[in-house]
């Protein structure tokens, strides 16, 4: 059976470690041909944004664009919580290529899914 890994950002440049620690979990399991959807949540919703995931910078961690790049590359998914995004001003048009705007529904139907393990950060 396929296993999905669903990684939840919660924090963005409010809390940068523990923003880094999600999408290195996310992009490390990518790239080890793990199916992943990343969520992002609360402060990370900005990272969907071009150009946002590249202004963030922690001493010691992978850039994010390149995390990013390795879930999206690796055929996984990157959803921005819709009212988060509400929010913060920002739509479906606004987002990077590949990433969606998406609720709560969604995320539940995904980590009720069969063989899924949920992480939040």
């Known amino acids: 059976m396929a296993r999905t890994l669903v990684v939840k950002a ?24 793990v ?3 990343l969520w992002l949540t609360g402060e990370s919703a ?3 944004l071009p150009g946002r995931a590249a ?18 590359a690796g055929g996984g998914r990157v959803t921005v919580c819709t009212q988060c995004a509400a929010r913060r001003g920002f ?3 606004d987002v990077l290529p590949g990433v969606r705007i998406a609720g709560a529904a969604v995320f539940v139907e995904e980590i009720m899914a069969d063989g899924v393990q949920a992480l939040v950060y």
């Open 10 to 33: 919660t924090a963005g440049s409010d809390e940068p470690e523990r923003c880094a620690q999600a999408f290195t979990v996310a992009g490390t399991a990518a790239a080890a041909g």
């Open 35 to 37: 199916e992943v959807s």
């Open 46 to 48: 900005w990272l969907g």
């Open 55 to 72: 202004e963030f910078d922690l001493p010691h961690s992978a850039p994010l664009p390149d995390l990013l790049d390795a879930v999206l």
């Open 91 to 93: 739509g479906p048009d």
